[in-house]
DNA sequence: TTATTTTATATGTATATACACCTATTGATT
DNA sequence: AATCAATAGGTGTATATACATATAAAATAA
């Protein structure tokens, strides 16, 4: 859909302009579209964003630090999600010897198996939506990260 | 940046979903560089995303209904980001005559004041970080249109 | 060693998202 | 007209963002 019609309004100050609110409404866009099928599993994003990245370590652990670090959202508060996660027995938290301060978070196998399937179910939803090529989602990820340039 | 570097991952299954991936954490980028800015002139994202719907049919008064259709994120709660605006007098309530469930909301003096200084600013910020040229903004804006062909 | 600074995590607060549900009003149906 | 359904907006709840602050442990400096 075009954005003209996803904003209705046509006052765009500049190409760049538009391709900023063009890349914040399609992040809302695909969000909702998957939302759906994570709240079948009683997951939210962050909480599906937390255990991919553990299940990428696993079977090692990760301090809550290391966590947040790998968030697509920095601003995660990421001790309150583990919190729900720990209340559904899908992560543990345990102190780490070697360092007091750090609280280590391992994902246990009920966890492992809830992100099995709902990942099967989100590759569905994304396969059934999939229009751009290849070499179209090759060209969009140099944009993003030329867009990204600055450090800030 | 490289998207490797900021999700400290190099696991992506595909590129379609490394530019899912890629649009998230763009889209969370963009966000965390103006909200300095718009925090200096007390404001959220969406507030001034509401105020910038306004001041679009300004003088004419919008409704709760048609500022939801127009909002960036489609599950804004509208009725509760006008509550603040109304509380700082940015923006004023009246209940429609012609159809009394309506809500008509109208930005005040005040409102288009702290538009136009914020704006200002954010615009200040946005070229200052520029990278991308207008053709290649163009062809961002038609690949994400593209990728959001499947109507939901 | 003691004091200070830094680091890791947790907690507090305001606002937002996401979604369910309630209420009042309008429009349609019988 | 009376009933029912649809619509508009408001409200409630759980969780999240964004950011400030607190607390405990570790690292560093005095």
Known sequence: MKLENA???????SEAQKATLNILYT??????????ELKDFDLTHEQYNVLRILKGKYPDELCVKDIARRMIEKSSNVPRIIDRL????LVKRTVSESDKRETLITITKSGLSILESSTSKLNKVHASIQTITQKEAEQLNCLLEKLRATEV
Chains 1, 2 share one sequence.
């Open 27 to 36: 992040a809302w866009w695909l969000k909702s579209i998957t939302s759906k």
């Open 86 to 89: 720990e209340i559904k027995k």
């Open 7 to 13: 904003l209705l309004t046509n006052k765009f100050s």
